[in-house]
């Protein structure tokens, strides 16, 4: 029997369709990992990481007008988002609005929003911060906006995205909405807003409970990448290791065949049974 033949042989169990299976899985893992799911985290970290540099900054930059930081119909980016301005202007009490279910510091919470009419004709939304429910469950009684003119500073924010399309709850005789989003003000109060919205500072006039800013950690984005990195890599690894573990058993009971003359018989008892385990 000729050793070319049984070494042939030896590689064949990788053609049988649960190890073309096993090895399809191992590339589109490996490919994913690379391409997807660590650029993903990385991602993750670097907006991570500009939110604690623009939160960072914004304690030692003073206020700023609204405009000087931030152009009319213009939406904040990572570049002025968390940076702290200055407005002036009339709330509108009779367009404001609750977000329902939130969290703040691990408890449930209420967050206030209302409009603010500047003195050249546009409004920008106001978070007067967030409220504790009442029972539990409902909204609870809270002081309104000052009337008249008010100078206010808060914090630029970009629009979130409202998971439910804009749908808004009447309850406890609120209007209520799932997110803080100018879109959906806009359209449940008729008031025109700017992109984004301000997110007021204690002592600023109509703010309740002021809202806290989030903790300046890095968080695990980029471990995360790292670990997609080393599973793509250790995947193929491991398809090459057990493929290596099939081929030296097979090389084992190679050994153990009887001497025969060097003639491919394809009849031969001892070959037609590792045939038979791997196939012809």
């Known amino acids: 029997m000729s050793t ?41 970290a670097a907006e991570r990481a500009d939110r604690n540099s623009g939160i960072a900054s914004s304690f030692t930059t003073p206020p700023q007008p609204l405009r000087s930081v931030l152009a ?77 003119e008010v100078t206010v500073t808060g914090r630029l924010r970009a629009d979130e995205q409202d998971p439910q399309g804009g749908e808004v709850v009447q309850q406890d005789g609120h209007r209520q909405v799932y997110a803080v989003s100018t879109r959906t003000v806009s359209a449940a109060t008729g008031v025109r807003l700017e992109p984004g919205y301000l997110q007021l500072v204690d002592g600023a006039p109509g703010v309740l409970s002021a809202l806290p800013l989030p903790q300046l950690d890095a968080g695990p984005s980029f471990a995360y990448a790292l670990q997609w990195i080393a599973f793509g890599s250790m995947a193929p690894l491991g398809l090459g290791y057990f493929a290596w573990r099939e081929a030296t058993e097979w090389r084992r009971e190679d050994n153990r065949l009887p001497d025969t003359d060097d003639t491919d018989d394809p009849h031969d008892p001892p070959m037609a049974a590792l045939a038979d385990r791997y196939g012809r």
């Open 4 to 44: 070319g033949y049984r070494g042939d042989m030896r590689w064949r169990f990788l053609l049988r369709p649960g190890w073309v299976a096993l090895t399809a899985v191992v590339i589109c893992f490996s490919v994913a990992a690379f391409t997807v799911l660590a650029p993903w985290q990385f991602r993750r």
């Open 72 to 148: 009319a119909h213009t939406a904040p980016t990572q570049g002025t988002e968390w940076r702290q301005v200055q407005v002036t202007g009339h709330y509108l009490p009779n367009a404001e609005m609750v977000v329902r279910l939130r969290t703040v510091q691990g408890e449930p919470a209420y967050e206030v929003l209302i409009p603010l009419r500047l003195a050249d004709g546009s409004s920008i939304l106001v978070d007067r911060g967030y409220l504790r429910p009442a029972e539990g469950v409902r909204i609870p009684e809270y002081p309104p906006v000052p009337s008249g």
